[in-house]
């Protein structure tokens, strides 16, 4: 568990120093690297992939979009189509994040299992 | 085992991350666009805090101060007009560069680099009628001339500071969408910006059309469905106004002697340029202090376009040493379009002139090497254009140039099995700088300056509309227009491109365009009428194309207002009064046969009877007039809505009158019918009759059914709902994405009215302008902002089609603006 919680913190710390200036899949390497040193399982590995950019990407974007009260996320919404409803966009977002980091950190782990 | 789980973990990480990255179909790649560092997250404007801000932009000559102003109108000081035009470009560019390079890919024929095959044959139209080559012809030209040279120079380099600023995370968010990125502003795309413009404002030639209708209706019918005047005339040069022109003394006058070869009158073609229906064009007007309460002129324009967001214009202040001057500007083009100095005012309608001929041309053979010209072969150009198309391989199309224009339609292009090579000579391919008038404009003092400022404009042909502080007012046509034969009726028909008799002759002297200044009734005025009566001594082609409604009424308001102000303008701008029913339909009353209705109807004579012609939004008599007219157009017209022989409907004066007077007429009878002869009476009826079922088929959405209450109609019988709902008024985003469209928009109003606002198309800025008390006020269908993710992207809409206006704050210095000031921006060197 205590793993687990470095783990979050460590991808969620590093991703969020890099991603300013780097393409968004810097997640990856990330996540792998976190994946690769710090020791867990395969499912916790992935678990703490997920959650971290999962928890990162939603509430950046929540901390941006409040400030736009919403104005173009409910655009966005709109447009993909979700029919305008935001919290659907916010979801997305973080699981298509969560979800690369999470298979990225899994990789790492089993990389390092070999 | 264990190498297995790693290689497929790895593998399908690496595979998500490729599908989350790139573009799948129309869909943007979604990893890039939802994330929230550099996706469209990025885009939602903070819209609680502003605060200034300080930048180091190399490049400026000195220090620049912008102040933004509560609607986020930028008010720019420079020490100097490069550093002015450098700033005004990076200053658009950081509210509207997306609009500003889509509008310039659209021209330049390379949308289908961004959106793919879908957009090959609008890119190949655009090369084809040669808007790229006008804007290569006219940025040439105007690099011979060193002083606008500079200007422009100075202005792409602003918008290209600004793009050098941008990472990934800051683009627009259409660039987000649409996955691709800015590319350099050059001076050519200023100067396709221009004939993207031109392209808009040049579509009135029927050439084709009129060769189909004679061939096809003969001569007698021609004369009376496209008459060159009409009866109820009110040109923008007031009849008896006097002529100091003489065409005799133009230098090409004697080639006019030679007359010309003939006009094409038997052939019928297959392929024309699309068209609106019917004009919807622009109104100004100013009157001279005579007629007003402060003594001074008052100056109003609302060039009427179509409507879109982000909008067409962008609000400035410019100050310089050498000017201060507020208005509409162009975004990619510098300079204020539209607007007024400390000195002038100025605004423009459209011309409206045929400033566009089409030549038959005959080739030798299928290699098209060779064309006919004066008994020999010669040869012609041909330019090979590459259209790069996102996710296909290039497509090549040969494009044929001739002394008689461009080959727009031949075997390669056009309907499918029409071989005829169509060539069209353009005003805009001529070389030209029409960035110099605006320039001069912006910087005039006195009707001297602005007559010099338009002497060398070309297209597209414009009705400039003047007033000065010290009291003068005017209104003078200018573009450069074609020396045509009288005889033959040069450019009403397409001509044989065979010989020079054929050709333009040369042009009419920018002197000789009609104008007027200070009249006796005290007003001048356009609303793309006829700019001349009669007896004008050169000739163009008349047609009866020309707007015949919201001129008349202007010149009735004009004419019987007294003691004017602001107020009067404000009022007059947003008339909803519709002359064309008024004369229609008691017409279209006067034939109905009633004795058939059913109780429905009944109540719709009724209640059209009552009508006092108001298309108001909160009306229903404009909604049934609005079907019948439209649906007896298309019952009587239906002759010349034959899509393989393209021909133009008479217009709405015309088709009146043609109501009124001709009982037994041949075009009565519906084609769709062939064992029925229908008279005048029966399509009346039959239009009536399709009223109510075309209220029951539209679908009206919830938002616009303000007035579900009308006794008269309940929603499930009839939705029979006001003129606003029914208009449905949109807004729309330039990538035709709703979401960031303003839909639904509930405004009175349409074509032919003063508030020409229809479902698409409107006033897209209005603006008043008080010499007197030294005030405008202005408003248009948008914001400042071309971020559709900032509260300044559509936030003047409401006050638009409420008819209302914001005071512009023309100020000398950046304090003036007190608590009306957003946030300062300084940039240094």
Known sequence: MKNFVVSVFVILFLSSVLQPFLPWYIIAPVAFFAGYFIKQSALAAFGAGFWAIFLLWVSYAFVLTHANNDLLAHKVATLLPMGGHVSMLLLVTGIIGGLVSGLAALSGRLAAAL | MNYFKFILSAFVTVVLIVLLNSQLGVAPPFAKFLNPYQGFWQNAENTKTWKDDEAHVPGLKDEVKVYFDERLVPHVFAKNDQDLYFMQGYI??????????????????????????????????????????????????????????????????????YIKTLKPKDYPVEYKLLNYKPEAWTPLKVALLLKNMANMLSVFEYDIENTNFITKYGDQNFRELYPDFIDAEDPIIPVGTPWNVTPQDSADHSKMQAGNAGVIRNELFANALTKPDEITGSNNWAVSGSKTKSGKPILCNDPHLRLSLPSIWYEMQLVSPNMNVYGATLPGSPAVIIGFNDSISWGVTNGGRDVRDWYKIKFKDASRDEYEYNGQWVKAEKKVERYKVRGKPDVLDTVVYTRFGIVVFDQNFGTAGSKKNLAMRWTAHLPSNEFKTFYQLNCGKNYDDYINALKNYTCPAQNFVFASRSGDIAIKQQGRFPLRDRASEQGKFISNGTSDKDEWKGFIPSADNPTVKNPERGFVSSANQHPTDSTYPYYYPGLGVYENYRNRRINKLLTDGKDIDADFMKKMQTDNYNLLASEALPVLLSLLNRSNLNEQEKKMVEEL??????????????????????????????????????????????????????????????????????????????????????????????????????????????????WGSYKDTKIGHLAMLDPFSSMHVYSGGNIGIINATNTTNGPSWRMIVDEGAMKAYVVYPGGESGNPGSAYYDNMVNSWAKGQYYEANFIKQGDELGTKKLFTSSFKP
Not at chain 2, 103 to 119: L, P
């Open chain 2, 92 to 161: 658009t560019a950081k509210y509207r560069l997306w609009q500003m390079e889509i509008q310039t890919h659209n021209a330049a024929g390379r949308v289908s680099e961004i959106v793919g095959e879908k957009a090959i044959d609008l890119d190949r139209m655009q090369r084809r009628i040669g808007l790229g080559y006008g804007a290569e012809t006219a940025q040439e030209y105007i690099a011979k001339d060193p002083a606008s040279k500079q200007l422009i120079d100075a202005y792409c380099d602003g918008v290209n500071a």
């Open chain 2, 609 to 722: 009877s009552k009508w006092d012609y108001y298309n108001n939004a909160g009306e229903v008599s404009p909604v049934y007039f609005e079907i019948w007219w439209n649906e007896l157009r298309k019952l009587l017209w239906d002759e010349m809505m034959d899509k393989n022989v393209p021909m133009k409907q008479p217009n709405f004066y015309v088709t009146v009158e043609f109501l009124k007077h001709d009982s037994t007429s041949v075009f009565y009878d519906n084609l769709s019918t062939p064992n029925k002869k229908e008279t005048r009476e029966d399509i009346v009826l039959m239009a009536f009759k399709r009223i109510e079922d075309t209220l029951r088929k539209k679908e009206f959405t919830e938002v616009n059914e303000p007035y579900d209450n009308d006794d008269n109609y309940k929603k499930d019988d009839l939705k029979a709902h006001d």
